[in-house]
């Protein structure tokens, strides 16, 4: 009987081994490798970087996601097929794909084309986009069709992981109570955050883990009573004129390339201008990096309100810090949070 017990739990115990060998998957959250035959990549190389990839606009251009191909036939996929992100392009019968389409669900349909997303094929917390096609059909129009659907997959995934990163401290609520008590305004901060105030300008600064690899920035003032315009030049004469005086450096802005409109905000009426600062020629410390400026009109308190935000990231991809300045900004409310249908 000890014997029959034993032998029972002999394919548990393999299944649980191989589980314990899967290391957890590698890689930045927006470096994402491409799986394909190499003689396909010729044909659907262009859009699946232009899809996958798109432009954004920070110091100069940079790309969202960092794509890298690699022929899973090839000596390389061994160590890449481990990254967090992937995406896999092949027919049923390819061994990179049956390994993959074996963690579905039984009850899973697989009929290429499609396109479907599993876990933990070659490591733990990894993610597998999964475009099949039909070998015997149009390669690069399987493909195209599918790339926008990815690319949502892929940025909805992003931005949920940067929320979660932004806030591992935690959010300060406290900080927005005792601004919405003492300011009539708030926003909602991760707590690593270090905050001061002088009159009516409150400055808002992460400069974790060191000033000289990575800044955030925020910046809360307000004039009062409120203009009825928002002129771009008006905002960044005001933010030179905050910058000279309370910025540890001062910074001037590249007005001839500066890109303004109005983004949707439900809670007030908001002009925006994004551009890149730099520190003046000849500074002792060189140095620069976007901006988001906001003019924000409340006129149950006849304020406009200046909120700036700025990033010094050298060296490393700013998209993830971008929106993370971008979702502190949302979170500006003017006037008391309970006033607003959802408060942050």
Known sequence: MRKALLLSLLPILALTTTACEKGLAYGDPNAVIVAAPRDWWPMIEDSVETVLSPPIQTVREEHTFRITFQDPTEENWTRLRRFKEIVLIGGPEDPWMAEALATLPDTTEIIPPDLLETTDVWARDQNATIILVDPEGDIPY????????????????????????????????????????????????????????????????NDNPDPSELIRQFTVTWRHPAPNIFPADSLLDWRREVAQEYFNFPQVVDRESIRAGRPPFPFADVYEIRGAWSNPPGSTWPAAGPFVLWGVFCPGQDRLYMVDAWLYAPGTDKWEYMLQLERILGSFRCGPRDTYPNPS
């Not at 990163?165 to 270090?194: H, K, Q, T, W």
């Open 142 to 205: 399987q493909v195209n069709f599918r790339l926008p659907r990815v690319h949502r997959i892929l940025d909805e995934r992003f931005r949920e992981g940067v929320e979660i990163r932004m806030f591992v401290s935690g959010r300060d609520s406290a900080l927005a109570d005792s601004l919405e008590a003492m300011a009539g305004f708030s926003l909602i901060l991760p707590e690593v955050y270090r905050w001061a105030h002088e009159d009516s300008v409150y400055i808002f600064r």
